[in-house]
Structure formats: C-alpha cells, structure tokens
C-alpha cells in the first residue's frame, strides 16, 4: 500500500521523508516537482501522478504537499482519505499544521506516523487511541523529555483498540461533566447578475466536544429529523436506531469530534413581502494603478448569524445513559456563508 | 506500568529489550497474587490465569510478561493459545481487514479461497474498521462479478447503451430467448448490496466510493441510482477527493445520464474552484446536457467563457461545441455564439473559437460562407498558430465557396510565410495546393513562390511536405499517374471529427480504481470478470460448522474441547444474534424496486417457475401466514414426513428445521418448505444461510476435515447455530455496548449475556383490514431496552397499504394495568404510500403476562390495539457458571420450584433440539454443563430481575424432568406449562 511520505514545502524542499516499507530514493519526489511547475499554481497540481514505477498521490494543505508513493493498484481515495487523516491529526496534536510546527516536534511526527500505518496499511487512526499510545506534547511534558531524554510513547496499551468501541478510551474522568454540541449550517450559493438565484444548498455538520467521565452513552434527538436526508455519521453512531427512530444513539469519543454532516439541496427562505424587499449594498474600490479587471468579477461573500440553523433544524433533547452524574449540556447554532458567490 | 518506570527505563538505556522486559514484569506484576519468585512453571499457570480473566488490564499485564520471556529466550510457547484467543478472539471486525489486505496482496485469484467467507464478510462489514470496509468491497465486487449471473436486463442496456441500437432486431431476439427464464437474483448476491447500502453513509470518502462501485459494477441498474446522491456529497469534501469522485461520475454520467441529472446544479463552477475541478465539472456537465436542460446550461457556459481562468474558458468553448454537435436542436445557436466569441478582447478565446468553429463547420459544410470570410479577416489580427492553421485550412477546404478571398488569403500568406509558425506554414503550403488545383489561373506563380520558400525552410517537415506537393501537383515528367488524382487527394471529401468525452472509453476500469483515474492500467490491477453465464454452484459458499459438531459430542470430554472453543462460540453467537434481528428488519422493512423483495420471496418466485406443486405449498404459506401461522406449521409437517424416506438422520434433519421454523417468521417458513420440496437433496441444503440445522446434520456425514486455508475466518462464523455457552459475549451491536454499562449494577453472578437466539416471529398488532389500511407488527428484539432497564423492548412495523400518505401516527390513550408503564415512540409525521417503517418502543410489564392496551392513532382515526408478551419475553438472558447455577438452585427449592415430566421420542431429547427448542419460547441463556444428560438455562425477569432457572434432565427411557426454579412463581409456571407441550411435541 503506501510505501512512503514525502512532506514538501511551497518552495519546493523536501523537510520530512518517512519510509514504511524499503526506502524509496528522494528522486522519486522529481516527477513531483515537474508536476508541479506544469501547474503553475499549486492547487492545480493533480493529486495522481504517475511515475515509471511509482504512483505519486497528493494532498495539499497548510501550503505543504503531502506525498505518498504507492507501487501498486489502489484506490486513490484510500490514499487521500488517509492523507487527510495525517494531516489532521497533525492539527489534532500540534493546534496547527505548519512546516516549523512539524520540525519542533519532529520526534511525535514519526512516532504519529508509525502507528498510524502499518506496513503500508493504516492502523491507528482514531485520534483517541493515538492520544493514548504517543502523548501530545505539552510545555512540562517537552522539558522532563529534553531532561530525561524520554519519549512520549505511552506505556500502557491502548485500551480502546481491543473493545467494541474503538474510538473511545477507558478510564477517563472529569470533575467537569460536559456536552457541547455546534449545529453550524454553511449556505452554498451561487447569484446571478440578475439577483435571481442559481443554485442553493446546506451544507450542515454537527460538532461535538464532548467530555464525559466513564461510558457515557448518548441520545441525541431532534425536533424534525424529517430535515436531514443525506447524513453521515461519525462511525459511533448507531445506524440502525438513526433508520427506524431517527435518533442519533451513540457512545461519543472523548473530546472533539465531527458527530455528523448533512447536505441540503433545498433552502427555504419564507416569505418576503414584495414592497419591502431586502438589500444588500457594498462598494468596491480598486486599487490605484491596477488596471480595471476584462469582466466584472465573481465576488465571494462571508457572513455569520449566530444562534440560527437556517435549515431550521433543532435540536430536541439530549440523554444520557449509562452514568449516574448529571452532565453540562449545552447546544450552539450558527449559520455561515460557504461557497457564496454572487456573480457581476 | 506506572509512572515509576521512568528512571529503569533509562537505566537500562534502550538497548537491552531483556533488561527492560525484566523490569516491566517485577514492576507490574500484582502484589502477592502472582508470585514473582516462584519457578518458571507455576508462573505460566498465573500468566494463564491472568490471561482467561476478565480484566483487560490483567490481560495486558499477562502479555507484557510474556514479550518479556521471549526476550530472555524462555519457551513461551505453552502460552501460545490463549495468546492467540486473546488476541483474536473478540474482535475479529479489527482484523478482518488485514486479513483482506494480506489475501489481496498474496494470491488476489484464488477466488476459491473467499467461497467460504463470503457470507462472513458480508454480515461483517459494517463493523470492520473503515480501512478494512475498503478493501473488503473491492474484493467483494470482484468476487460477485464471478460468482453471480448479471442482474441487468436487455432493456436497461438498450436505453443506455448506444452500441445496441445498432444491433438488428434478430440480435436481440436471439438475446431475449436466451434469457427467457426469468432472471432470480442469487440471495448472496442480495446479501452483499444490502448489507453494503448503510455505509453510503459513512465519514470516510474512500468507503463512501467503495459502495459506489460495487452498486456500479454488480446491483441492477434500477438500483444503482441510490450511489448518486452520497457521491455529490462528497463534493464538498477536499480538491483532491473532489477530483477523483468527479472523475468517476464523469465516467458514469456517459453511460447512465439520469442517474446524475438531477444533480446538475451540483456541477455549476464557482469561480474559486481549482482548474482542474473546474474542467471535470465542465465534462459533466457536457455529459448530462440534452434537449431539456441545454438552455440553462448554455446561459451558464456563458459566464464561464468571461472567466477570468483563461484556460477554463478555452475549455468552456470546447465543450459548447461538443453541445453543438451532440444536440443537433442547438447547433445553430452555438455556432453563432462562438461567432460572436470571434470578436472577443482575449486571444485564446478567439482561437480556441475558430478551432471549435473549425470543427463544427466540417460537420455540415453547408451554406457558412459568411463565418468563412468573417474568418479570413480575422488573419490580420489574430496571432495564435493553431488558430492561423485552422482558419488557412477551413479557406483551402472551402475555396470554392469563397472564390475571391481564398487567393487574396494566399497572397497575404505569401508574404508573411516566413515569418509565420511552423504549423502555419504547413497550412499555407496546403492552401496553395488546393488553389493551384482549383484555381491554377490566378494562384500559380504565388504557390510556385511558397513551395520555393517552403523548400529551404529550416524545418526538414516543411521541406519535406514541400517536396511532396511539387511532385503531386505539378505535372512533370518524373511524376507518374498519381498527379493526375492530385484533386481527388487534396479535396477528398474528409471526415467529421467526432467530439467526444475523453472518459468515454474509461469505463472498461474498475470505478474507484487508480488505474481508473489514470487511465492506464496500473501495475497490479485486476481485471474485473465479466458476469458468468450461468452462475458457478452456489453452495460452495455454505459453511460447515465444525465447533458445534464437537460442542454437542455426548460425552464429558466435550467440556474441555468447549473451554477451548470458547472464544469462537462468543463471535458465532453474537453474530447469530445481529443477524437474525438485522434479517428480519430489513425484510420488514421497505425494499423497493422491481428486485427489491427480499431475497426469500425472490426464491419461492423461482421454485415457482420450476415446480408447480411447490408453487402452492409456497403460495399458501405466505399468504395465511400472517394470519394463521397454523397453515404453515402443517405445510412443515407434511414436509417432514415426505422427506423421511432419506433415513433416520433425514428425518431428524427435517424435524429440527421444522421446529426451529415454526416459531420463526412465517414467511421464512413458506419459502424455507417450498425450497427443500422443490430441488434435489444436495441443493435444497445449499441454499440458505438460515438452514443451520441442515448444516448441522451435514456434518454428520461429512468426515470431520477442516481445511486450513489463507483466508480462514472461520472463527467468526456467522450462521452457525446459537451455542450453549453464553459467555458475556461483546457484540458489534448496541447490545454490547450497553451491555458494559448494565454490568457494572447487576452482581457477579447475574450479567446479562447476548441472547442466545432472537426468533424472528412476528406478532399482528393491527390488521390492515381494521387498520383501514394501516398496518401494524410487532416482535420482539430481545435486546434490552434502551427506554429503561425495568421494560421489554418491542420492535414495531408499521406498513402503509392504502394509496395514499398517512399522517401522524402517533400512540393515543393508554389503558394500563397499575404499575406498568410504557416508552412511545414519535409520532410519525407521514407515511408513504407502500411505505414502511420500524420503530422502537419499551413497556415495563411488571413481570406479568396482563395485557397493555393502548391507542394507535392516525391524523384522522384511533385504533385500540394491545400487546400481551409471551411470557418468555419477559426475560433477559444471564451467564453463570454451572457451579453459580447450582448453589442458586439450591436457594430456590419448595414453594419456588415447578416440575414437570415430558415424555417424548428419543430424538426429540438431542441437545440441539432441547436448545432451539427452549430458546425458541423464552429468551434465556444456556448454561454450560458437566453432565450431558442435563440441560441447564438462567434468566432473569426483566422488571425485578429475579432469577430464571430452567433445568431438563434426560432420563431413562423417553421420558425428562422439566424443573422451573424461581422466586416469581406466577411466571414460573406459566413458562412450565408452555415449555411443557413444546418439548413432548415431534
């Protein structure tokens, strides 16, 4: 599967190489590179790039190429998919994944990317379990290690690997108890020169920040779960129950985790009264000596409502089974511009 | 180890593994219960005993040590199987994927080796870690390509495919008689696009496409519309997951456009998308594009033109004439757009115009006259080559049409030719050719002066074409017979190109794969097969189930061959148990298409076809069913009798799957009889992952050989029997899960295990008749209920019958007896029509049989239905050791014990039997036993929790003691007396 990872900055360096399998000569990133030029820019670099006898696949994030070589058929999404994966659990430990960040803590990025595959196939991925097996580090942890010249490897094995819920570990504990949930709604959209509008869709995610002492097992349930049609779940999610009652069941991983993401093809705006219709005015100015753009140019809005899901979505109450104490609960909505471009 | 090991861990610097494995040992190792000094010997008995115990931590520590021992060099090896039980044991969903991984890697065609596993892996999918999924699906829809017939029909082919239309009519009849048997889809093939359709829904983008290809390759092509939705999903995931799914849409949207149409607007370009998103949208967009949408779609290509990405715009102009041709209702509008496109400020819009222009003109090179000269004045201004060229060689093919302005052409051409591109001078060469042919009058001295520039041009190309047109066009000595075809070569009627999409010959790849996305085949790629023609024998997939031929041998050494097979009873039952409750829900549930009914009715279909007498049996055992499951039970019967011809262990065969179907759903029943009726002995065995008992006694002849094989999952087999050996086992489903959390309350003795066999028996709570439509069942899950650990969980279906939508079901008036209480469930906002749902409900019945009354209301009518439990409902089954068994027993004598005696054939008094038998009533758990003549059960009443204890012990003769220990004695003898007939009857 995959062979190795080459971590490439924007110009073009090689700083992190990780090998899985036999090492694969640095050369190979050469063919990237060419890619890359092609391109021009660097989000135009294709993911897939085919070598005598490599396969190079790529993402790119936090202006940092990441490439895995590959020798053999795959699917290209199992490739990608994981490499996301890293990249998030590089943010997961670190607050941010960037190349001075990755070459402070140069000593937990191996140890991360050594559990994470195993022989080529991913292994450790779930950020609880990783957590449990290699520390994040933290100031005091980083000063006994630079004294004791010890690591961050845990020394006990992960417990959640070996039970029937994989995602959450044993034994955790809070003298806080709580469960925060962010309904956040994103519109896409795309208006026309006319105003009138062409395409409109939710996108909604469901974040959790759950911090529970115990095995605290949730229900989360809806006022019109009607609403959401095309869901995915956070693998805790019991799909059975979610198919015949429409109630989100499931034992939450400890910490902050994506419970669900739903899309919406359909927005409802209500009635606007005809008299009074909304508007929006902006100006924009150029910039002195800039010569005036061929066409009017897309422009891309961003704005925030707090305390809204524009689906309307709502949630209706929260149990908890399985423990005794009473959790914190709490629920945000909020409603952001995605993709939204109006058109000139 | 604690926090302590710091220090001994530098100590011994690293380096020496035994030193280090030393240290973990002393520093783990529990105070005094393992003694540390003690010799090697008995400290392998406590590291065994640490491993068989039930704490985790305890587990691991056992597992340290023995890395440690190893590592000194110690023979370990004793150790070794309760190593291996531990680590495999549990959660085989954790391994499964490796497994997969491994097969892939070693010998991906030994297809041969997945036969046995196949149904395993299917029941297992949904638990495997995400990675895993991946890996299974793909070599999953490898193996159904050749194993299973095609389940696409002729017509499906003809609408999509455009190759067919060409076929003449007496292709396709000969196709059509060949398939004149109706085509029955293989229950396995069902099972694996059922089980996979949940993981649409998952997080990860990899699994999500997984299940897209497998429904792709191998669903019917009515089923396959599903996938579309979670694709377009996906595109809100990053660029690279954006590329490769609209890669593999592209793919599809040529061969199946509908599938994709109503996601059209999901494909509109924003302006912030990457170029190489922004091109892939395009090609699906050009791909979904008809008569119908052609209107907005232009007015969109239109924005895209004025795109600030110069190169997507190029790309729009390519693709509005692919629309052109493609739909000939536009083609004019088109080409008069890219005309107006001609005169646009930016170059490369006007080159790739003409370009396309070039294209569409050689199409139909009717009256343009007037967009060929508006062309040749573009000459002056326009600098890009290839469009120089194409404009140069559109005036020569035309210069007929346009004979004034082709020589003045050739003239300003003339003068500029050195100047010019290479690919330009070759145009202009061309063009005087056809001149000189045409037109020799006014245009020989010029093409004369081009072929002399031409001649000692630097490039050897231009040279060379020169060379070749002298010789052809100018009549001479040297040339032979050829220059007097020159007209014909030059002006030779050429052909249109064709503009099409460059995935269009993509689709022989696998979807999802690299090779795919590259379009080469990758090293490592595996063909997908085509489908069979007739589909390889099916059986090759049924499982024996060698741990339970050896689980039942009568005699006291079985216990110890128990004790070691224990961890793969644990998966087997558990999987037993979500098999059966998943079966039944999505049979009950709303499977629709014309290849949705479930894969039982799609069998009684086929028998049908074949054997009319079965035809009826089956016929009118679905039919009664619901109503009188009595007809069924009798169909069973005559069945059993009909079948005892085949000798005494037939004849046990048959009544054990008779006794363990008449509790079970009825329509199970009806398929399950017409089936063995119907087809050959060896077949009707073969058939069904639900005919255990079958399997069962097919062991009995077959010799006890297990093949090991690479892919060996045996030990989490799903369809093998419910096993008398309850341990607490860990299931996938919410049951395990809650399991951990009602451990921790009840004591030692009594935990509560999975149970042991979950009869898919369904109960009417409202007849469609007196529904007025509405439809109603229930059954019951045998889960404990999530609603409250004192109530009954009951699963309820309702089935809207009526043609129109039912709205706001919702539970009404209750009229309970005191102290009962009952969990509703939401109301429901409406019901389809045909539509279906389950949904879930508790009710506390105190621990008696008194009936719940209560109100199933509709947005105009109310019902008054209730639900009277079988009193072995009231139970959850417990594990406890025959030891715990009998001191509890010992408790419950006198006034807590009912008995009774049971007198019955012999082979009615087999282990197997007794076991269905009682599990089929109530839901307890077996308890493992010393003594084969005795047969022990525990449970306990959900609502008090009381102890259940249920004890047959086989006596001389054909008589038995059927002993019933509890504090309950109300329900005690109740389950006495209804375990009473069922245990004497044949």
Request: proline share 5%; charged share 25%; with cysteine.
């Amino acid at each position: 599967m995959i062979h190795s990872l080459f971590l490439i900055n924007s110009s073009g360096d090689i700083f992190l190489e990780k090998h899985w399998k036999s090492v694969v000569s640095r050369s190979v990133c050469d063919y990237f590179f060419e890619a890359q030029e092609r391109a021009t820019e660097a989000e135009n670099v294709p993911p897939v790039i085919p070598t005598p006898h490599h396969y190079l696949l790529s993402v790119y994030r936090h202006k940092i190429f990441f490439v895995a070589v590959i020798q053999t058929e795959v699917p290209p999404l199992f490739v990608i998919e994981f490499l996301h994966r890293v990249v998030d659990t590089f943010q997961d430990y670190f607050g941010v994944c960037s190349e001075p960040v990755i070459k402070d803590n140069v000593v937990v990025v191996y140890e991360v990317l050594e559990e994470m595959l195993d022989n080529g196939f991913p292994l450790a991925t779930e950020s609880n379990i990783l957590k449990e097996l290699i520390k994040p580090p933290t100031i005091l942890r980083t000063v006994v290690n630079t004294i004791t010249g010890s690591t961050n490897v845990g020394d006990q094995l992960p417990t959640g690997q070996l039970s029937v819920v994989p995602w959450r570990r044993t034994g955790v504990k809070y003298t806080n108890n709580e469960a925060y949930f962010d309904v956040i709604e994103e519109i896409d959209a795309i208006i026309d020169k006319s105003g009138s509008t062409i395409t409109a869709e939710i996108q909604g995610v469901i974040d959790a920040c759950v911090k529970l002492t115990g095995m605290p097992d949730l229900t989360l349930s809806f006022m019109n779960p009607r609403l959401l049609d095309d869901v995915s779940f956070h693998p805790c999610v019991r799909f059975k129950r979610w198919e015949s009652e429409r109630i989100l069941s499931f034992i939450p991983p400890d910490g902050n985790f994506r419970l669900l993401s739903y899309h919406m093809l359909s927005w409802d705006v209500g009635k606007i009264n005809p008299q009074k219709l909304p508007s929006l005015k902006g100006t924009m100015s150029l910039q002195a000596g800039a010569s005036k753009p061929d066409e009017n140019p897309t422009i891309n809005l961003q704005f925030k409502i707090q305390q809204l899901a524009i689906s309307g979505l709502k949630v209706n109450r929260l149990d908890m089974y399985g423990e005794k104490y009473k959790p914190f609960k709490g629920i945000k909505y909020m409603t952001k511009a995605g993709k939204f471009q109006v058109r000139t | 180890m604690s926090s302590n090991s710091f220090p001994y861990n530098e100590q011994s610097g690293g380096g020496e593994a035994t030193e280090l494995g030393q240290e973990a040992t002393s520093t783990i190792s529990p105070s005094g219960a393992f003694g540390l000094f003690s010799s090697d010997l008995k400290k392998n008995e406590d590291l065994k005993q640490m491993l068989e115990s039930n704490k985790d931590s305890a587990k691991l520590d056992a597992m340290k040590r023995i890395v440690g021992m190893i590592a000194k060099g110690k023979n370990a090896s004793e150790l070794f199987p309760a190593v291996v039980k531990n680590v495999a044991s549990k959660n085989i969903e954790l391994v499964a994927g490796s497994v997969v991984m491994a097969f892939e890697e070693v010998c991906p065609d030994r297809i041969d080796l997945i036969h046995k596993n196949y149904r395993k892996l299917c029941n297992l999918l949904v638990d495997v870690e995400e990675w895993g999924q991946v890996v299974i699906i793909h070599m999953l829809t490898r193996y159904a390509r050749t194993q299973f017939v095609s389940p696409w029909k002729e017509g499906d082919e003809l609408e999509d495919n455009g190759k067919n239309f060409y076929e003449s009519d007496d292709d396709q009849k000969e196709k059509t008689d060949k398939k004149k048997k109706p085509y029955t889809m293989d229950p396995d093939h069902r099972l694996l696009i059922r089980n996979t359709k949940p993981l649409l829904q998952s997080r990860n983008a990899a699994v999500v496409m997984a299940v897209a290809q497998l429904y792709w390759h191998i669903s019917p092509k009515s089923e396959a519309g599903i996938i579309s939705k979670s694709l377009v999903r996906l595109l809100r995931s990053n660029r690279e997951v954006q590329y490769i799914v609209l890669q593999n849409i592209a793919t599809m949207s040529i061969q199946r456009k509908g599938m994709f149409e109503p996601y059209l607007k999901s494909f509109y370009v924003r302006s912030t998308d990457p170029t190489m998103i922004k091109t892939l949208k395009l090609e699906i967009l050009t791909n979904l594009a008809n008569e119908a949408n052609i209107s907005t779609l232009l007015r969109e290509f239109q924005t895209y033109v004025k795109s600030q990405d110069k190169q997507f715009a190029a790309a729009t102009i390519q693709t509005i004439g692919r629309c052109a041709t493609n739909i000939l209702e536009v083609t004019d509008t088109c080409l008069n757009g890219l005309v107006c496109l001609l005169s646009n400020r930016d170059e490369i819009v006007v080159a790739e115009s003409v370009v396309v222009i070039k294209k569409l003109l050689q199409m139909q090179p009717a009256q343009h006259g007037e967009i060929i000269k508006h062309m040749a004045k573009l000459l002056d201004s326009i600098t890009v080559p290839v469009a120089r060229a194409s404009i140069l060689w559109l005036i020569g093919e035309n210069c007929e049409r346009v004979p004034k302005i082709a020589p003045d052409v050739l003239r300003k051409m003339a003068k500029s030719f050195t100047s010019e591109d290479d690919l330009v001078k070759l145009q202009i060469l061309n063009l005087g050719a056809k001149l000189y042919l045409t037109n020799s009058k006014q245009t020989k001295l010029l093409t004369q002066y081009i072929l002399n520039l031409g001649k000692y041009d630097q490039n050897y190309d231009i040279r060379d074409r020169t060379r070749f047109i002298r010789q052809l066009i100018v009549p001479n000595v040297k040339s032979g017979a050829l220059s007097k075809y020159a007209k014909k070569i030059f002006l030779a009627q050429k052909p249109a190109p064709l503009l099409e999409s460059p995935f269009k010959d993509r689709d022989h790849f696998q979807l999802g794969t690299l090779s795919h996305t590259l379009n080469i085949k990758a090293t490592g790629y595996l063909e997908l097969s085509n489908w069979p023609e007739v589909a390889p024998d099916p059986s090759v997939r049924n499982v024996e189930v060698i741990e339970l031929a050896k689980e039942w041998t009568p005699a006291g050494k079985a216990k110890q061959e128990n004790s070691a097979k224990k961890f793969y009873s644990e998966s087997e039952e558990e999987e037993d148990s979500s098999d059966s409750s998943s079966d039944s829900e999505s049979e009950s549930g709303s499977e629709s298409g014309e290849q949705g009914e479930s894969g039982e009715e799609g069998d009684s279909n086929e028998d049908s076809s074949e054997d009319s007498s079965s035809e009826q049996d089956s016929e009118s055992g679905r039919e009664s069913g619901l109503e009188n499951k009595r007809t069924a039970k009798r169909n069973s019967k005559a069945k059993g009798k009909s079948d005892s011809e085949d000798g005494e262990k037939e004849n046990e065969k048959s009544k054990t799957s008779d006794s363990s179907n008449d509790e079970s759903s009825s329509i199970e029943d009806s398929s399950s009889d017409s089936e063995s009726e119907s087809e050959p002995e060896s077949e009707s065995e073969s058939r069904r992952v639900t005919k255990e008992k079958e399997k069962k006694t097919k062991q009995d002849r077959t010799p006890l050989t297990k093949d090991v094989s690479l892919l060996d999952l045996d030990d989490f087999n799903p369809v093998s029997t419910p096993v008398a050996l309850p341990t607490p086992a860990l299931s996938p489903s919410l049951m395990a899960d809650l399991e951990g959390l009602h451990l921790s309350t009840s004591s030692s003795v009594i935990s509560v295990s999975t149970p042991a066999f979950v009869p898919t028996k369904t109960h009417v709570l409202l007849h469609r008749m007196s529904g007025k439509g509405l439809a109603a069942h229930y059954f019951f899950p045998r889960q404990p209920c999530i609603f409250g650990d004192k109530m009954v969980s009951i699963q309820i279906t309702l089935n809207n019958t009526t043609d129109r939508k039912i709205e706001n079901i919702h539970i009404g008036e209750k009229k309970l007896p005191i102290g009962m209480k009952m969990h509703v469930f939401n109301p429901i906002d409406s019901l389809e029509p045909e539509g279906s749902i389950t949904v879930s409900m508790g009710i506390d019945f105190c621990d008696s049989t008194q009936t719940a009354s209560f109100q199933l209301c509709t947005k105009d009518d109310c019902f008054n239905v209730n639900i009277q439990p079988p009193v072995g409902e009231l139970l959850l089954p417990v594990a406890m050791s025959e030891k715990d068994f009998k001191k509890e027993q010992g408790v419950l004598t006198g006034m807590n014990e009912t008995s009774a005696v049971i007198i019955a054939a012999p082979q009615n008094f087999t282990p197997s039997v007794i076991f269905q038998k009682v599990v089929n009533v109530a839901n307890v758990g077996a308890v493992p036993s010393g003594q084969d003549n005795i047969h022990r059960f525990a449970a306990k009443t959900v609502h008090s929790g009381s102890l259940m204890l249920v004890t047959v012990e086989l006596k001389e003769g054909s008589t038995a003691q059927l002993i019933i220990n509890t504090e309950k004695t109300v329900i005690g003898s109740v389950l006495l007396r209804e375990l009473k007939p069922v245990l004497s009857q044949g």
